[in-house]
Structure formats: C-alpha cells, structure tokens
C-alpha cells in the first residue's frame, strides 16, 4: 500500500473530481457519509453525548457533514467551530448552512473564550486540522487542545489527529490530539508508522473514499506499507527436484566469549528459513555449545579462544551475516578489515558489526554494492550521526544509503528498510519482541533468505516481514512479556504457511457454526 503525501492527495481529490464529474462538497459528503457509517454501526443510535470539534478548512467540513448525518439519525450532539482563522473553506461554509437548517447552532470558539466541560464517558469527534496543517496552532487551540486530551472521553479523530503535520516533525506535543482511533481517508499516513508520531494515533483504520484508482495507480510514493499483499510477490517457491545445494550455504560470523548465543540464534534463524547448508564461524568458545545446541549447523573457529581474530576459512559461502555477539576490540576490527578485502559474497551485517563500521569509518568503502546492514536506533545514531526527529533520521538513513550503495533496516515497532530513496515501512511485529536476542533472529533470517536466492532487497523486506509475522505468531501463545528470540524462531515455519492463508471471511448474519 502507498503513502500519499498531501500534495499527492489533494491531486488524487482533483483527479477524481474531474473524472467522476462530482463537486469537491460531493466528494466530502462521501467522506462525512463514510465516518457517520462507521459510528453509526457501533453506536446504534445509543444517546452517549457527541462533541464535534471542527475547524474552517475541509477538516472542518467533514466534521460539520457528519454533524448533520448525526442529527438526522436522532444522536445526541454538540457542534463547535474552532475559529481559528477567517479563510474559511468553500464546502465548510456549504455545510455550515446545511446544519443551520436543521436548526443546529455551533458555539464559537475564539481566542479567550472558555470551554465547557467534557464528561468521561462522552465522545470527542476531532475535526480541527487536518492535512492542511502548515504551522504550529495558536496557543489558545493548543489548550482547547489539551482540554480534550485530558477529559478522558474517547477521541475520534478525523483523518488525522490535529496538529499533527504530514510531512515534518511536530513542535509543541502539547499542540496534538491524542486520539483513540482515527478513521483516516483512502490510503494510512506515514506519521502513523513513525515513533514521535505514531504515539498520537492509537489505533488506525482506512476509509475508501473513491478517490480516483487510476490516479493512485499511476502515482509514484516515496513510501510503502509493506503487508501480505506486497510480500507475497517476493516469495522463492521450494522447487521438487531440489537439493541441499540449491538453497545456498549461509555463514554466521561472530560471537565472543559470553556471547556465543548470538550466533546460536543467527544460526538456528537461518536454518530455519530455508537455507540449505549453515555454518558458524566462532572463537574457539563457541565450538562446543554450537555443535551441542545445534546438530544441523557446522563449525568453524577462529584461532583465538575468546573473540574472532582472524577470519580465515577455505569455503565459499552464498553469503555471509556478520556481527552478532562479535565485539569491537581492535584485533576483531582489523580481521573485519583483511576479511572485507577478499570478500565476494553478499554481505548481512548487525550488531557489533555495525559498530565496528562507526569506529572505522574506512570500512565502509569496504562494503559490496548491496550489503544489508540492520541497526536498532543506537547503532543507526552510530553510524549516521544523531538527528533531531524522525524526519531527519529519514532523511540522513537515505543519504547514507545512497552514499555507500547499502540496504539499511531501520529496526523498531515498524521497522523501515531504505533503499534507492525508498522506504519499506513493516506491518508485522509486536512489543514483545523488544527481547535479547530478537534483532540476532532477524540477522539469520535475512541471510538464510539470501542463501535460497531472494535479492538482497527482497530478502530484507521479505525477512523483515516474516520475522515480525512469527512474533506475532508466537506471542498467541506466549504472551508479550514471555515471548523470547527462541519462541520467534520456533514459529518462522507458521509465518510461512500464513503467507498462503486466505483471510477469513467474516460470518455471515444468521449463519450457525457447524
Ligand atoms: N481526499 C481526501 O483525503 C479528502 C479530504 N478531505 C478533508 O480535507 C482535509 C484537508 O482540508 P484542508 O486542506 O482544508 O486543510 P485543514 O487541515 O482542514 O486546515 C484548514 C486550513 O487551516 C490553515 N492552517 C494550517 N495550519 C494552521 C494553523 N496552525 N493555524 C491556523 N490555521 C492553519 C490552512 O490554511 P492557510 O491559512 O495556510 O491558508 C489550512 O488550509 C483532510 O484532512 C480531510 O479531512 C475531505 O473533505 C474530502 C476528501
Ligand atoms: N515494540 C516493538 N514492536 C515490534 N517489533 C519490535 C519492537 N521492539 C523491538 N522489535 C523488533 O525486535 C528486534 C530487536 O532487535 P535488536 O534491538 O537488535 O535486538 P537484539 O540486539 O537483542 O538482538 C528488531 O527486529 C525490532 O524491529
Ligand atoms: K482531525
């Protein structure tokens, strides 16, 4: 699925008025049509107080279409105009004066005036600002703002969550609804993926609006959801006259002494996706507990006991994952550097790995075209520098990218990976997974898919997706808090057999379970 940004939108709004020979007012009746459906169905005309709160622009006006849906349909509301500004829009004055003649009557908010009191148990409908936003509210919509935030009533927020900009970091927190649920239009927005902005809209859903298909066909996003859908495309299919061969050799660099499970689980996750042969390449510490713990993996060891000194081997990998458990002394980075010299296979680096790249900034003209690097934000801020939101870290992740020709992760709840000025936002995953061990899960497994032949990009985003998919998979019977590296592991083979689950089709009314 694509991320518009508003300019796209507001192209896509004149598309579709154009083709489908509508008004842009018809358009926001679609739009009010749309959102009152939605309450509507939930609410069943139950009494509870609804509070609009819309602003002058075409936020505003869908809050007011929605008013007059509401009234119509018997519901118990109070309209109020947040005015803050006299440019009042076209279709919010058309539906200012079809709410006047159903006889209902805003209050006017302006600056200084007070605000009337909000029960706990009564609804919010925010229709303030939408993705119009271009600066930062008046100080007096901020506190109306905050005055909604903390009436505990359940906030629903229009397209957006006010005071949210579509595009650039948001200045005042204090300036932002905090919204339950926000019925956004047509496509999701990026701010909803995001960490600082993500945290102002809670739970999310998609109106179909009609907006012009071709338009949105044709339109080219700098960035993309990535769900089922789009992953399913990437999948490498298991062939019947197939060997170990076929599926490629993946070798897990890495491990120190204390840290041999790093390359336990990177090893275990490659395996587990499909790779036809794994080895470990570890200190000598390593060589027990990685044949013990894992009979499918073979083992190769450094000539030290205690950290990889020297990486030295006479096989030839399909591709190598490199950095978990690995440390940063200076003889690991100067077997990082001879290593990288003689490297000719694709290249997954993470962890230690990564911070060795930040220490010895050289290294990184080391680095075959494609190499897949995965930072969690510590090791990112490393690398890149640090950034002063979200947006800049965007921008400074692509141009690092671009710089070194490299696929970068960005690890999180939605976790980005950014490459050829794109950006791939993840779908899957859960809190539970911020567990020792998860990020050396998801090392294995983008190698493992390297292995088998997926390109770099498409093992990436694909391995991204999976891993997230069997954290959630697992977590049904874990729990958040008991959801291990291990657990998501144990669940890669579901995540694959969910790829090719129909969704289920909601039952039909009236219909009894046989
Ligand atoms: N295809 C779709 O998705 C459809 C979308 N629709 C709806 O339209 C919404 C976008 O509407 P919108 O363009 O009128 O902008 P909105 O957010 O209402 O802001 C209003 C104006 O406020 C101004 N302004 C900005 N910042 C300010 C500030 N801090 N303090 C004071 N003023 C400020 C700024 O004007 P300016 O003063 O800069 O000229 C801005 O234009 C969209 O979110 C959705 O709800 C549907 O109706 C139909 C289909
Ligand atoms: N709140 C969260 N929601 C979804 N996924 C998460 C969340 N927190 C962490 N993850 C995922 O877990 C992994 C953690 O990686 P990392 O921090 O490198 O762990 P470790 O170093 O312990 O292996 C990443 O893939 C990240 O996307
Ligand atoms: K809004």
């Known amino acids: 699925m694509k991320f518009f940004n508003a300019g796209q939108i507001y192209a896509a709004d004149?598309?579709?008025?154009?083709?489908?020979?509508?008004?842009?007012?018809?358009?926001?009746?679609?739009?009010?049509?749309?959102?009152?459906?939605?309450?509507?169905?939930?609410?069943?005309?139950?009494?509870?107080?609804?509070?609009?709160?819309?602003?002058?622009?075409?936020n505003g006006g869908d809050g007011m279409a929605l008013a007059r849906h509401l009234k119509e349909h018997g519901y118990n509301i109070e309209v109020n105009v947040v005015n803050?500004?006299?440019?009042?829009?076209?279709?919010?004055?058309?539906?200012?004066d079809r709410l006047k003649d159903l006889k209902i009557w805003p209050n006017f908010l302006e600056r200084d005036c007070g605000f009337a009191e909000i029960g706990r148990d009564d609804i919010i409908v925010d229709a303030i600002f939408g993705i119009g936003l271009n600066r930062?509210?008046?100080?007096?919509?901020?506190?109306?703002?905050?005055?909604?935030?903390?009436?505990?009533?359940?906030?629903?927020?229009?397209?957006?969550?006010s005071g949210v900009f579509m595009d650039k970091a948001i200045e005042d927190t204090n300036a932002v609804i905090r919204a339950n649920h926000v019925l956004s239009?047509?496509?999701?927005?990026?701010?909803?993926?995001?960490?600082?902005?993500?945290?102002?809209?809670?739970?999310?859903?998609?109106?179909?609006?009609?907006?012009?298909?071709?338009?949105?066909?044709?339109?080219?996003?700098?960035?993309?959801?990535?769900?089922?859908?789009?992953?399913?495309?990437m999948y490498v299919p298991r062939e019947k006259f197939s060997h170990k061969g076929t599926y490629g050799h993946s070798m897990i660099i890495g491990g120190s002494y204390g840290k041999i499970g790093a390359v336990a689980l990177a090893a275990r996750a490659a395996l587990t996706v499909g790779s036809g042969l794994v080895t470990a390449y570890v200190p000598r510490c390593g060589y027990v507990p990685i044949q013990t713990l894992l009979?499918?993996?073979?083992?190769?060891?450094?000539?030290?006991?205690?950290?990889?000194k020297s990486i030295e081997f006479d096989i030839r990998p399909t591709v190598v994952g490199l950095g978990v458990g690995l440390g940063t002394s200076p003889e690991t980075a100067e077997a990082l550097s001879g290593f990288l010299d003689g490297i000719e296979s694709p290249l997954v680096i993470d962890a230690?790995?990564?911070?060795?790249?930040?220490?010895?900034?050289?290294?990184?003209?080391?680095?075959?075209?494609?190499?897949?690097?995965?930072?969690?934000?510590?090791?990112?801020?490393?690398?890149?520098?640090?950034w002063k939101d979200d947006f800049e870290k965007l921008k400074k992740t692509k141009a690092f990218s671009k710089k070194h020709d490299v696929i970068i992760v960005i690890k999180g709840a939605h976790s980005i990976t950014v490459y050829g000025g794109h950006g791939y936002v993840n779908t899957t995953g859960n809190p539970g997974m911020a567990t020792a061990g998860s990020g050396d899960t998801l090392t294995g497994i983008i190698t493992g898919l390297v292995a088998q032949g997926y390109a770099p990009l498409d093992?990436?985003?694909?391995?991204?997706?999976?891993?997230?998919?069997?954290?959630?998979?697992?977590?049904?019977?874990?729990?958040?808090?008991?959801?291990?590296?291990?657990?998501?592991?144990?669940?890669?083979?579901m995540a694959f057999i969910d790829l090719f689950k129909m969704p289920e089709v909601p039952e039909q009314e009236g219909q009894e379970e046989s």
């Open 14 to 58: 004149k598309s579709t008025i154009e083709k489908q020979g509508i008004s842009s007012n018809e358009l926001m009746e679609r739009a009010a049509v749309q959102i009152f459906n939605w309450l509507h169905l939930r609410m069943q005309g139950a009494q509870v107080k609804i509070h609009l709160f819309c602003g002058i622009g075409n």
């Open 84 to 96: 803050y500004s006299d440019k009042r829009s076209k279709d919010f004055l058309i539906n200012l």
């Open 136 to 161: 930062n509210p008046d100080p007096w919509v901020a506190k109306l703002i905050q005055h909604l935030n903390h009436s505990g009533a359940f906030i629903l927020a229009v397209d957006v969550p």
């Open 185 to 233: 239009f047509q496509a999701p927005k990026l701010i909803f993926f995001l960490p600082e902005t993500g945290v102002f809209s809670n739970q999310w859903e998609v109106l179909d609006i009609g907006l012009d298909p071709e338009y949105l066909a044709a339109t080219e996003t700098e960035y993309d959801l990535m769900g089922k859908n789009e992953v399913l495309p």
């Open 295 to 308: 009979p499918e993996v073979m083992v190769i060891t450094d000539k030290d006991e205690d950290c990889i």
């Open 352 to 386: 230690d790995g990564l911070n060795l790249l930040s220490k010895h900034k050289e290294l990184l003209k080391k680095l075959p075209p494609k190499t897949i690097l995965t930072p969690h934000p510590k090791e990112l801020e490393r690398l890149v520098g640090s």
């Open 459 to 493: 093992a990436t985003i694909f391995g991204v997706y999976l891993h997230g998919r069997a954290g959630d998979i697992a977590l049904e019977q874990t729990g958040y808090q008991a959801l291990t590296a291990s657990k998501i592991i144990d669940a890669i083979g």
